[in-house]
T-cell receptor, first 119, second 110 residues
């Protein structure tokens, strides 16, 4: 099946620093990627939809200036957590669909996730 | 209220035994329902995907059922193995959006 990678797999940083997380589709092109965050024993929560060549679409309540998304190419999207604080500590997961942004077909393939811990 | 409810929240089963996980949803209109397996600290991996017209779908020892009339789905694990220990997430697609359940946490013990 399709493969989505994330880097880094885990990161620990000091409060106030910025952290960049990369999401790559390794064997397919993705015009649309999705960023989620997940708290322990909770559902995945969609943060934003990353669109190649255009601005990301953020879910209600997600600060776009806090979580910067750049979809630089058809295989790479990055999420930057700016001025991170302890409450930003979470598991961040990206996903991509080989068929494009239409969620009506095929399966979304998820990355392995990035564990962010802000001290 | 979450549009996708899963039960039981967690369960412990003996290796080799079967178990069934439940998913009830209120998402409408309905497009498809997916079951994912998520190992601790990892991203979800797709097990099955079913559309409105499909009642059952298998993937090895995993068998999913769907009753679109009652808006219920189940995931049956046959002859459980230690590697089945994970969270099983039910995801329902509707209105071009995905609604995620909180997952069924399964622990298989020897």
């Amino acid at each position: 099946g399709a493969v989505v990678s994330q880097h880094p797999s885990r990161v620990i940083c000091k409060s106030g620093t910025s952290v960049k997380i990369e999401c790559r589709s390794l064997d397919f092109q993705a015009t649309t990627m999705f960023w989620y965050r997940q708290f322990p024993k909770q559902s995945l929560m969609l943060m934003a939809t990353s669109n190649e060549g255009s601005k990301a679409t953020y879910e209600q309540g997600v600060e776009k200036d806090k979580f910067l998304i750049n979809h630089a190419s058809l295989t790479l999207s990055t999420l930057t957590v700016t001025s991170a604080h302890p409450e930003d500590s979470s598991f961040y997961i990206c996903s991509a669909d080989p068929s494009g942004g239409d969620l009506s077909t095929n399966t979304q393939y998820f990355g392995p996730g990035t564990r962010l811990t802000v001290l | 209220k979450n549009q996708v409810e899963q039960s039981p929240q967690s369960l412990i089963i003996l290796e080799g035994k079967n178990c069934t996980l439940q998913c009830n949803y209120t998402v409408s209109p309905f497009s498809n329902l997916r079951w994912y397996k998520q190992d601790t600290g990892r991203g979800p991996v797709s097990l099955t995907i079913m559309t409105f017209s499909e009642n059952t779908k298998s993937n090895g020892r995993y068998t999913a059922t769907l009753d679109a009339d009652t808006k219920q789905s189940s995931l049956h694990i046959t002859a459980s193995q230690l590697s089945d220990s994970a969270s099983y997430i039910c995801v329902v697609k509707g209105n071009n959006r995905l609604a995620f359940g909180k997952g069924n946490q399964v622990v298989v013990i020897p």
